[in-house]
T-cell receptor
Framework: AQKITQTQPGMFVQEKEAVTLDCTYD???????LFWYKQPSSGEMIFLIY??????QNATEGRYSLNFQKARKSANLVISASQLGDSAMYFC???????????????FGKGTKLSVKP | AAGVIQSPRHLIKEKRETATLKCYPI?????VYWYQQGPGQDPQFLIS???????DKGSIPDRFSAQQFSDYHSELNMSSLELGDSALYFC????????????FGPGTRLTVT
């Protein structure tokens, strides 16, 4: 069975500093994808970044980077130069990657609430 | 670019009533997923459809049913509503070709009183 674990229910970071949100996962699938989503208080689910299990390089998207350590089954999100607008709930998620045909559903972690202090 | 559309955005129902949530996926996306997110919870997968056929089933109560129509839009039908059904219901869509991402709609916030 697949499982995502986020051990930090809440995190504080000073504006302009970097922060790392932890995520570990468990799966028996050989091919899978790891995702991070941001959910502000308004409720929408915003896709941030994706890492494929076979990708050798860590994914980066602007101020977001994913520290992927396959042997440790971890996929930590690093946010650089935090901004007040980064205050939100952050979910780590995964799903098996099927090439063609039906795609698998996402399994989410419990989330980490990030608060950015001015 | 077109996004996933969900209607209604907010819905208030009483216990034992029925509700229908609608989802319009991104054009040419052939897979639709439904997720339920209770207050302070992570999203839980309910059900998915690929090419108008049910492809996977998660923790969907028997009181709920869903289908995907010929134009690929999907509807989640909820009957005998309970207070515990109050949640944010997300629809997401994806394509089996190219993109790995599931594109989420804005969600429907259902309140059962």
């Amino acid at each position: 069975a697949q499982k995502i674990t986020q051990t930090q229910p809440g995190m504080f970071v000073q504006e302009k500093e970097a922060v790392t949100l932890d995520c570990t996962y468990d799966t028996s699938d050989q091919s899978y994808g790891l995702f991070w989503y941001k959910q502000p208080s308004s409720g929408e689910m915003i896709f941030l970044i994706y890492q494929g299990s076979y990708d050798e390089q860590n994914a980066t998207e602007g101020r977001y980077s994913l520290n992927f350590q396959k042997a440790r089954k971890s996929a930590n999100l690093v946010i650089s130069a935090s901004q007040l607008g980064d205050s939100a709930m952050y979910f780590c998620a995964m799903r098996p990657m099927n090439y063609g045909g039906s795609q698998g559903n996402l399994i989410f972690g419990k989330g980490t609430k990030l608060s950015v202090k001015p | 670019a077109a996004g996933v559309i969900q209607s209604p955005r907010h819905l208030i129902k009483e216990k034992r009533e029925t509700a229908t949530l609608k989802c319009y996926p991104i054009p040419r996306h052939d897979t639709v997923y439904w997720y339920q997110q209770g207050p302070g919870q992570d999203p839980q997968f309910l059900i998915s459809f690929y090419e108008k056929m049910q492809s996977d089933k998660g923790s969907i109560p028997d009181r709920f049913s869903a289908q995907q129509f010929s134009d690929y839009h999907s509807e989640l039908n909820m009957s005998s509503l309970e207070l515990g059904d109050s949640a944010l219901y997300f629809c997401a869509s994806s394509s089996d070709i190219g993109s790995y991402e599931q594109y989420f709609g804005p969600g429907t916030r259902l309140t059962v009183t």
